[in-house]
């Protein structure tokens, strides 16, 4: 095992876009610091952000796009001072409706310019170098299952769950416990969903547009439907809700409005009087433009009415049974495609054991936690990224005014 004699001021654990951002910060400010990371490169999970696109910040910005088991209101916006950071080191900014990606269309780009400053600032990186254990005396251990790393500081930056493939392990939580933290409990979110319903089998392949709720809690987008699942941005936005009942083996089954843009009385209204426009026309005929072709027939299907039904034929429970279809159609789910398949941990350590004007443990001196090992994560639309480099920028604040 190697050991040099070098103290750095502070090692951070992970080499993610978090770990990455602290490190550049810190070097510029004349710190001596070192990134161990356990992959062969930096920033491999950059790579696969926003379908390779890197959509890394979004206009909307606030707590209320976050979610965590302690109130949020400290949370800084500092998506223009990202965008800033990114610029400078290179990255040129392109905005779709709010949503910031790099100008490239490239996630590369973001690592690869993240990379090129960590080199331009001979920051010392340990590549392969999987942390196993943090201790403490005067200063800080951090042993690798390669070497061992004297530091006055420890930042640990070692990610979630998600996507174990692209380099995650239990390594932050394990410290945590070790300095008396405490942690939430931790579930895959912005995950697609599983389910045997027989509906599925129908709607295998539909993309449509409509608001999904589960228990209290809705949003509105494009829903992909599979044979064996549910996915797309709303489902996304809602599964750490069946992630985190999963644990609990309670899962309720999700609802689906297809014509979310009306209230039932206004749908129903509508359905009355495109019946009364033209009374000889089939129910599937009738329904034309209303949602997608195939939910339409699933829908007429599931309210027991047959789809060459004259709308003359049909009577108000016919219509009463296709608002409740169109507009809260029941689909059971067994659960969430699991940790491998999610882009992020619902959970992670508490926040009531950070400082968070520091992000330092409040039980352990000169350790501090960042990005997405904390009990933070936001919605799809840039707002993890946004996280791991605001927590970043509060940790390196704090750690600069302290030396
Ligand atoms: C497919 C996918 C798409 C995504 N798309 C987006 C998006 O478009 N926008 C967005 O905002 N967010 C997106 N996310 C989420 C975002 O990538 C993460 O929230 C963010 O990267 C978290 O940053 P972090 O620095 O906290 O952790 P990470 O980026 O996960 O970095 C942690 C690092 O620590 C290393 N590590 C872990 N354990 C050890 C150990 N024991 N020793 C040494 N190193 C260790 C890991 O290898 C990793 O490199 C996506 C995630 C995935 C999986």
Not at 165 to 173: M, N, Q, W
Not at 267 to 276: D, M, P, Q, V
Request: aromatic share 8%.
């Amino acid at each position: 095992m190697e050991q040099d004699n070098k103290i750095y001021d502070v090692c951070i654990v992970g080499a993610g876009f978090s770990g990455l951002v602290l490190a550049i910060k810190l070097a510029r400010a004349g710190l001596l610091v070192c990134l161990t990371e356990l992959n062969r490169v930096v920033g491999r999970r950059i790579l696969s952000t926003g379908n390779g696109r890197c959509n890394y910040t979004n206009r909307r910005m606030g707590p209320e796009y976050y979610y965590s088991n302690s109130i949020l209101d400290f949370m800084p916006d500092k998506q223009c001072e990202l965008r800033d950071f990114l610029r400078e080191i290179g990255v040129l900014e392109r905005e779709l409706d709010g949503y910031f990606y790099p100008i490239t269309n490239q996630a590369k780009t973001v690592r690869d310019a993240l990379e090129n400053e960590i080199e331009t600032l001979n920051i010392d990186v340990f590549l392969d170098n999987r942390v196993t254990d943090i201790s403490k005396t005067d200063i800080f251990t951090v042993t690798t299952h390669r070497r061992k790393i004297l530091s006055k500081k420890v930042c640990i930056a070692s990610g979630g769950l998600s996507a174990a493939t692209l380099g995650s392990s239990k390594i932050g939580y394990k410290m945590a416990s070790k300095y008396h933290l405490k942690l939430t409990k931790l579930a895959p979110a912005l995950v697609g969903l599983s389910g045997n319903d027989i509906c599925l089998k129908e709607l295998g392949g539909v993309r449509a547009l409509g608001a999904v709720t589960y228990r209290n809690h809705t949003c509105e987008g494009e829903i992909q439907f599979n044979k064996d699942g549910v996915s797309g941005y709303p489902v996304m936005c809602i599964s750490r809700f069946i992630g985190l009942d999963e644990l609990d083996k309670k899962v309720a089954s999700l609802s689906v409005d297809f014509v979310s843009f009306m209230n039932d009385q206004e749908l129903e209204n509508e359905l009355k009087s495109r019946f009364a426009r033209n009374n000889n026309l089939d129910i599937t005929k009738s329904l034309v433009g209303l949602a997608n072709e195939k939910v339409i027939q699933i829908v007429v299907s599931y309210s027991r009415i047959y789809p060459d039904t004259l709308v003359c034929k049909l009577d108000d429970e016919d219509i009463k049974n296709l608002v409740q279809n169109f507009k809260h159609f029941s689909i059971n789910i067994t659960g969430t495609k699991g940790f491998d398949s999610s882009q992020v941990t619902a959970g992670g350590v508490d926040l009531d054991g950070i400082d968070l004007t520091t992000m330092e443990a409040k039980t352990e001196k000169g350790l501090f936690f960042i990005g997405e090992v904390l009990d933070v994560d936001g919605i799809c639309g840039g707002y993890n990224l946004t996280w791991a480099y605001t927590s970043a920028d509060i940790a390196a604040n704090a750690i600069i005014n302290e030396v």
